[in-house]
């Protein structure tokens, strides 16, 4: 077994886990989940989204989160920017480091973010650009890279192809984002054998949704490819506005739990992480959707 000795975990709760909540979160409850994330010892926790509050209106108050989070040096505080408004939006909060996002379907880019794949990278350009001369580093995604909502199959050479544009135009990694979940341990080794021939593995992340329960399987299969950087939401939050049915992400805390358990450390406090998310989901009355903070609850 040949397994990174190292493993960075990028909590996108606050991003994705809380982007397709209907009832309103207040902006001190979202301040609090993102303190809670860095106490923890989280060490990349993605803040916001500077998108179209039309289009997604939970993340409206990005800029009012990320002027009143407490920042911790080492901490990472990221937002998504699909187009150059939003990348000034994010400038004007204070935003250190940004993603874009494209998809490796048409159908989803569309439903998305209102355009092709090739017009959302031509979007990115000036944004990169614009990155560079702020000092701002970009991280990238590619969406459906396991199956789309409306178009079924996705090959993994599609998905490779979008991630080296990404990567060729600047941005330092590329997130693959299986958005509806129902991505296999199979299919997911494949998607990284396919990706790591266009761009270096250690630039290649993993963003796994828990829609078919298979998210963990898939977190470790990719770890038996060489990945080491993964998306994980608290509580296993989350959902994508335009993947209808698409559950959250894999849970930080059980993939925390896979990791000690490899010895792979993190330097995070699963008890501090497991307080974090319990408290969001008593905020939007939901329940737990980590099997090991469950557990822990349950055993107390
Ligand atoms: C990209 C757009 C804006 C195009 O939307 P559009 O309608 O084509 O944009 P537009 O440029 O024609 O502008 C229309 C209106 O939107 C405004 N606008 C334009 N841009 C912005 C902006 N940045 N911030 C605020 N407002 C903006 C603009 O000012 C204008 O306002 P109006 O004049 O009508 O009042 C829209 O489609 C959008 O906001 N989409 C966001 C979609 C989104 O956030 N999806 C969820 C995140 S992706 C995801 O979850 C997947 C991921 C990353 O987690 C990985 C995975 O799991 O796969």
Not at 103 to 132: G, T
Not at 146 to 151: I, K, M, R, S, V
Request: hydrophobic fraction near 40%; charge should be negative; include cysteine.
């Amino acid at each position: 077994m040949n397994l990174p000795q190292h493993v960075r975990l990028v909590e996108v709760g606050p991003r994705d886990g809380l982007q397709n909540e209907k009832q309103p979160i207040s902006v001190a409850d979202k301040v609090r989940l993102v303190d809670e994330l860095s106490a923890a010892g989280l060490g990349y926790i993605e803040v916001g989204s500077f998108v179209s509050p039309k289009w997604v209106p939970q993340m409206a108050g990005s800029a009012e989160v990320f002027a009143q989070i407490q920042r911790h040096a080492g901490v990472v505080y990221g937002a998504l920017t699909p187009n150059m408004q939003g990348f000034e939006a994010a400038v004007a909060a204070g935003v250190k480091e940004v993603a874009v996002f494209a998809a490796a379907s048409e159908a989803f880019s569309q439903k998305n973010i209102n355009c092709s794949i090739s017009e959302s990278l031509q979007r990115f350009v000036p944004i990169m650009d614009a990155a560079r001369q702020h000092g701002i580093s970009v991280r990238g995604y590619v969406s459906c890279v396991l199956g789309c909502p409306y178009e079924g199959d996705v090959a993994p050479q599609q998905v490779a192809d979008v991630a080296a544009e990404l990567f060729a135009m600047g941005c330092y990694e590329v997130s693959l984002g299986d958005t509806i979940g129902t991505g296999t341990a199979g299919a997911t080794r494949r998607l990284i054998e396919a990706t790591a021939a266009k761009i270096p593995r250690e630039k290649i992340g993993g963003h796994f949704h828990d829609t078919y329960g298979q998210a963990l399987a898939n977190v470790y299969a990719s770890l038996l490819e060489g990945v080491s950087v993964f998306d994980s939401s608290v509580a296993g939050l989350g959902g994508c506005p335009y993947a209808k049915g698409a559950t959250g992400n894999v849970a930080t805390e059980d993939v925390l739990y896979l990791l000690n358990g490899l010895g792979i450390d993190t330097g995070i406090d699963m008890d501090r992480l497991i307080v974090a998310g319990q408290r969001i989901c008593d905020v939007l009355g939901k329940a737990n959707g980590s099997r090991v903070a469950r557990a822990r609850q349950a055993s107390r």
